[in-house]
């Protein structure tokens, strides 16, 4: 009888010990009474795989980020970029948006726009949640590169697409690629939407509102 319960002692530390993915497992074990010592055994490796599987992954994390944060300090511009794109072809897969993100302000940053763009094309690829964000990337590097024209058709897309949580920065940016396109009665549309949601710059929309009608 006490062997019993030393064995169910056992069985229950081990159930405790152990991921929800195996507790039917052990659940089973119990309930058809065919507890022996070679099965505990084996739940206890596996469980401790499993724990040790996990430590690996926690360790690789930590050092993953630790080669992010050097290249973060060590670069800037392209070289930066560059480091990225290197490491994030092994980079842990909760890190690659960030990196993509860190990617894409470096390339912006060594004023090579066609490369920040693909890199916020990537951004909008694998992360769907980032995707208006990354949308506004693309068009600001295609403004920055002389193509307003491009970021126009980028942010009409956009602001088709992303909803009201986006309006603001989306008009924003429309407004000033418009100008720069010289497209002024899409300019004026967007610093109009910008009079409704972003009311506290009210003064500084209807100056350029009146500006842009000038031109019209």
Request: with cysteine; proline share 4%; hydrophobic share 45%.
């Amino acid at each position: 009888m006490e062997e019993q319960n030393n064995t169910q002692d056992i069985l229950n530390q081990v159930h405790e010990s152990t991921p929800d993915s195996l507790h039917p497992l052990l659940d089973y074990i119990i309930k058809n009474g065919k507890l022996i010592a070679a099965g505990v055994a084996a739940i206890i490796i596996i469980a401790g795989s499993v724990a040790g599987y996990k430590h690996m992954n926690q360790q690789a994390l930590v050092k993953a980020q630790t080669e992010l944060g050097i290249i973060l300090i060590k670069y800037n511009g392209a070289e930066q970029a560059e480091s990225l794109a290197a490491f994030e072809k092994d980079a842990p897969a909760s890190m690659k948006p960030a990196v993509q993100l860190a990617t894409a302000k470096a390339w912006m940053d060594a004023s090579r726009y066609a490369d920040a763009k693909s890199a916020w094309a990537a951004v909008g690829k694998s992360s769907p949640e980032m995707a208006p964000v990354a949308g506004l990337g693309e068009a600001k590097c295609l403004m920055l590169a002389d193509k307003a024209n491009e970021a126009v058709t980028i942010l009409q897309g956009l602001k088709n697409s992303a909803g009201a949580t986006y309006a603001a920065p989306i008009d924003r940016l429309l407004a000033e690629a418009a100008e720069q396109a010289s497209n002024f009665q899409l300019a004026v549309q967007a610093y109009q939407g910008l009079l409704t949601s972003t009311p506290r710059e009210a003064p500084f929309f209807e100056i350029k509102i009146k500006e842009l009608k000038a031109k019209l």
